[in-house]
């Protein structure tokens, strides 16, 4: 306890040099929370500011975008690239546009980003970029002209050295393909300066379901810990876009049963189950045809929309937050664990808010942060890179399988350095929290004061 004091000072610190930027402090009082007695026990750390520096990003690029809609109207946005640290490798993460966007978000984002890419044992550093722009209703030539004017910003700040971007919520296969052509068009180069690009120039197969299939993935190494499978488990997932979709999909080829999805609309409720076809069906309605999860209901009996809620209160044995941060209360943790609720696995960025993590972590059930079970998007990312450095592509079978290495090695690591002395319960929090941290942190004394 002795080192509560600086740890106080550190946070009120932190507050004082980020006003107004509530989720980035939240991220990193997570962190500093579970690495304070590692820092303790290891002088270097402190004496070094090494938790200081990680929590000031290297940079915070923000800039003007341009551009003209359909009806001829200049519109302007605001766009950034934070770039929070590369002590073991270029900066890697997603780019979002949606208005929530702001610098909060983003450097919360990208300091997450940090630890996440260092659990895949990958060499990338963390950032994470956007915009306020919202794509949804925009035409497909609004959304190319804004990409173009977006990359024409971007470029001079990233590079297959330096920073690689990927897709995040509204950047998809569509927004990536604008902005690699634009970089191309500006640069002059073919090199893999984004992930979750197209296959037929330089992507990687699995890439799109690789971040729900990891945290099934992930979710499935839990379960083993205590003699368990998914086979005939209910399973509660948030959201209906690619996460959800495909973290539903390989739940139900794993034999869960999905009885409930969301959009920011509401949820549905489908006791029968969300099978293969019915996912299908989501996939090509709300991702090809822009719908709403409502029109679910009316389209498979027995299934309920429930409008304007969460689909927190469907009773179900498993828990899979996967649209955005925050959006999984104290009051929803509990009501879940009352209902029965044994597993959560976080799909989206740090969607449980404090007080929900507490719940989570006091009932002693498997609790899985977003920063190890969200993990397998960028680990594909990082195959991509591979692959576009060695200009080959290698088979589904070989991606398939690297992902499911590199969640089996993550849940291990979380593992590791979250059991407690008894060895009969897991802080998977504090696991990757602790084994995230000490990697970047060992790099970053290797290197000196810079």
């Known amino acids: 306890m002795a080192q509560r004091p600086k740890l106080n000072d550190f946070l009120e610190d932190l507050k004082e040099r980020n006003p107004n930027q509530p989720e980035f402090v939240q991220a990193v009082r997570e962190v500093a929370e579970d690495v304070e007695a590692l820092i303790a026990e290891n002088p270097e750390y402190h004496h070094q500011q090494i938790l200081r520096r990680m929590s000031e990003p290297d940079r915070v690029i923000s800039f003007r975008i341009c551009w003209e809609n359909d009806d001829g109207d200049i519109c302007v946005q605001r766009g950034y690239r934070v770039q929070n640290n590369n002590a073991i490798g270029p900066y890697k993460g997603g780019l979002r546009f949606h208005p929530s966007v702001t610098e909060s978000v983003l450097k919360f984002l990208a300091f997450e980003q940090t630890f996440k890419n260092s659990l895949t044992g990958l060499p990338m550093g963390g950032g994470k970029g956007g915009a306020d722009f919202n794509p949804k209703g925009r035409s497909e030539r609004e959304i190319m002209r804004f990409c173009q004017s977006f990359m024409t910003e971007l470029y001079r700040h990233v590079g297959a050295d330096i920073d690689v971007p990927a897709g995040d919520i509204g950047v998809g296969s569509r927004e990536i393909g604008?902005?690699?052509?634009?970089?191309?068009?500006?640069?002059?180069?073919?090199?893999?300066?984004?992930?979750?690009?197209?296959?037929?120039?330089?992507g990687s197969l699995i890439r799109p379901?690789?971040?729900?299939?990891?945290?099934?993935?992930?979710?499935?190494?839990?379960?083993?810990?205590?003699g368990r499978d998914l086979d005939g488990l209910?399973?509660?997932i948030s959201g209906s876009g690619n996460v959800a979709t495909h973290a539903a999909e390989k739940a139900t080829d794993l034999g869960a049963r999905v009885v409930a999805m969301s959009d920011s609309k509401g949820f549905i409720h489908d006791p029968d189950g969300v099978d293969a076809e019915k996912i299908g069906w989501i996939k090509e309605h709300k991702g090809r045809r822009g719908g709403e999860i409502a029109d679910y209901a009316d389209e498979f009996s027995g299934a309920r929309f429930h409008k304007g809620k969460k689909p927190w209160g469907v009773k179900c044995d498993i828990a899979m937050p996967c649209a955005t941060q925050n959006e999984l209360s104290g009051d929803d943790a509990r009501t879940l664990l009352d209902n029965g609720c044994i597993a959560v696995a976080e799909g989206a960025n740090m969607p449980t808010e404090r007080d929900g993590v507490k719940?989570?972590?006091?009932?002693?059930?498997?609790?899985?942060?977003?920063k190890?079970?969200?993990?397998?998007?960028?680990?594909?990312?990082?195959?991509?890179?591979?692959q576009n450095s060695e200009r080959r592509s290698w088979d589904k079978d070989q991606v398939q399988g690297l992902l499911v290495d590199i969640m089996r090695d993550i849940h291990q690591r979380c593992r590791d350095d979250g059991t407690d002395g008894k060895g009969d319960y897991c802080d998977y929090v504090r696991g990757a929290n602790v084994a995230g941290f000490r990697k970047v942190a060992d790099a970053m004394l290797a290197y000196g004061v810079v």
């Open 178 to 202: 604008f902005m690699f052509g634009q970089y191309k068009r500006i640069t002059n180069r073919f090199t893999g300066v984004l992930t979750g690009k197209g296959l037929e120039y330089g």
């Open 209 to 226: 379901e690789a971040t729900g299939y990891g945290a099934v993935y992930f979710l499935r190494s839990m379960l083993d810990t205590q």
């Open 234 to 236: 209910d399973v509660v």
């Open 372 to 386: 190890a079970a969200n993990a397998g998007g960028v680990a594909v990312s990082g195959l991509e890179m591979s």
């Open 359 to 370: 719940a989570f972590k006091e009932a002693r059930i498997l609790y899985a942060p977003g």
